[in-house]
């Protein structure tokens, strides 16, 4: 699973656990603190603020270059661009920092962190186990624009492919098209699929010419069966397969060039060679 429906919403799995470990930090803390009469609560709230900040901030300057000329990128965190390890570390540290200035809350807040940190590597680790385990790609009744069948592992081959399932009517699938387009012409030897979700080819053929889009491999899941088999309840997401057909990543969401160029290192770096220019 993927992402997990909550009325008109989609969250998706990383960021419903990172609410998740919030929530059992905040309990623990608010259990803990009570028989010490310390409220941590707030400062709970300081060390997620600290540590999604320097996350963000540690994305922005690994993925530095690709943010050249898209400087208001560099704020839009709808990409889902985030260094967890620099975030880790700087809650860490902060927390550390926090226990040593404010010695009445060092135990409450010590058993608050040390439970959230334990139920989001927890699970994590559950997560990246499952997904190792993950064989092939998905077996989903797909035609192109002419709605002749297509078999996606055919259409594989033995190249990393990167499928995108996405809607004519999804805003943040339109906006992250031309990335994905410029990536498809960069990279040869990974596929790209555009596997549409629930519409008709002439509704996607008239988008296509609308948005002067040049992709390949634009595809059509008319029964929406794709999102079913991999779990996804949102619109755009975003799957990376090796060339051995293993899921190795996922993204749900808007794709930036920086958050794909993070998903596509998952790939052996001898695919990712760039198309030489004609010129």
Request: aromatic share 8%; charged share 15%; proline share 5%.
């Amino acid at each position: 699973m993927l992402s997990v429906g909550v009325g008109p919403l989609s969250l998706s799995i990383g960021h419903l656990l990172l609410v998740l470990a919030f929530v059992v930090a905040l309990i623990v803390g608010a259990l803990t603190g009570r028989k010490e009469k310390t409220p941590v609560a707030g400062t709970l709230a300081d060390i997620f603020l600290v540590a999604m900040v320097s996350a963000r901030i540690g994305f922005v300057v690994r993925y530095f270059g690709e943010y050249q000329g898209d400087w208001l990128g560099m704020i839009d965190i709808r990409d889902g661009g985030f260094d967890m390890v620099t975030g880790l570390l700087a809650a860490l540290a902060f927390t550390g920092y926090l226990m040593w200035k404010r010695a009445a809350m060092r135990r409450a807040l010590g058993s608050a962190v040390a439970a959230g940190l334990i139920t989001w590597g927890g699970i994590s680790g559950l997560i990246a186990l499952m997904n190792q385990q993950t064989q092939g790609l998905p077996e989903v009744a797909l035609t192109d624009l002419n709605e002749r069948p297509v078999d996606l592992a055919s259409l594989a081959g033995d190249k990393p492919t990167v499928v995108n399932l996405w809607a004519t009517w999804c805003p943040p699938c339109i906006r992250e098209m031309p990335v994905l387009e410029e990536a498809q012409q960069r990279y040869p030897n990974v596929n790209f699929v555009f596997a549409n979700q629930g519409e008709h080819p002439e509704t996607i053929r008239k988008f296509l010419m609308e948005q002067n889009l040049n992709l390949s491999h634009v595809l059509s899941d008319r029964q929406n069966r794709f999102g079913r088999v991999v779990g996804s309840h949102g619109l755009p997401t975003t799957l990376f397969y090796n060339a051995q057909g293993h899921l190795v990543d996922t993204h749900m969401g808007e794709l930036s060039r920086a958050s794909l160029a993070r998903s596509l290192e998952r790939f052996d770096p001898a695919y990712l060679r760039p198309a030489r220019s004609s010129g």
